[in-house]
């Protein structure tokens, strides 16, 4: 599936999208993935309650299944307006 | 209803007008323009707004939906920039349509409570001090539970 980053999130990381293979089951797995990979990661996710996930491009929760998720995207709180 | 996630600036009056015209059986429009505001202690020289393309479409227009039909709103109209802007230029506007005012008024702040903590765009203010990322506002997320 791919990945999004947004804001801080992108800049702690690095990138602003990347592929990633995976049989993490909900959000809260993919992320525990992701923070064992690299510094970089475990930095960017470390606080989640600083963090808003969408997956396929609507807002869920940190415990949403992401079987058959095509897009995963980690951002900050929203500041529109 | 038209939604409008746009690079370049926007003219307020033409919009406005635009919007207005051809509703014969509304008797209240309001509308709301955010505009980037200069920091008195600390200049600003731009701020940038990234946002997530499509995501932000399909969040704007279901903001939108549910305004139109918890109001009774005859039309809304939400336009929102992205991109580089100085202190002074407009980022957003949204517009509402109704009979009456109350609900042109509740369906435009409605908008603007959605708007700003559901609608997937950030803020980086950038200083002669550097650039920081404008943080999210418990207010703002309190402000939702009016509705």
């Known amino acids: ?81 | 209803m038209r939604i409008s996630v746009q690079e370049a600036p926007f003219d307020l009056g033409r919009e406005s007008a635009a919007f207005a015209a051809g509703h014969r059986d509304m008797g209240a429009i309001v509308t709301f323009t955010g505009i980037v505001r200069d920091l008195p202690d600390d200049p600003l020289d731009a701020m940038e707004i990234e946002h997530y393309p499509g995501m932000t479409e399909a969040a704007l227009t279901e903001i939108a939906t549910q305004a139109m039909a918890r109001f009774s709103l005859g039309d809304a109209l939400i336009i929102h920039r992205y991109g580089r802007l100085t202190p002074g230029e407009m980022i957003m506007m949204v517009a509402t349509a109704a009979p009456h005012r109350k609900d042109a008024f509740d369906g435009a702040e409605f908008l603007m409570d959605y708007l700003k903590s559901r609608a997937p765009f950030w803020k980086r203010e950038i200083t002669a001090k550097g650039a920081a990322w404008v943080a999210s506002k418990d207010a703002d997320e309190d402000a939702l539970k009016r509705w």
């Not at chain 1, 999208?17 to 993490?24: G, H, I, M």
């Open chain 1, 1 to 81: 599936m791919d990945v999004l980053y947004f804001a801080w999130v992108r800049e702690r990381i690095g990138l602003p999208r990347e592929q990633v293979e995976t049989e993490a089951s909900t959000v809260a797995d993919l992320v525990a993935e992701l923070r064992g990979r690299e510094d970089r990661y475990d930095l960017a996710f470390s606080d989640l309650s600083a963090l808003r996930v969408a997956v396929d491009q609507k807002l869920v929760d940190f415990d949403a299944p992401i079987a058959g998720a095509r897009e995963v995207a980690f951002f900050p709180p929203m500041t529109g307006g």
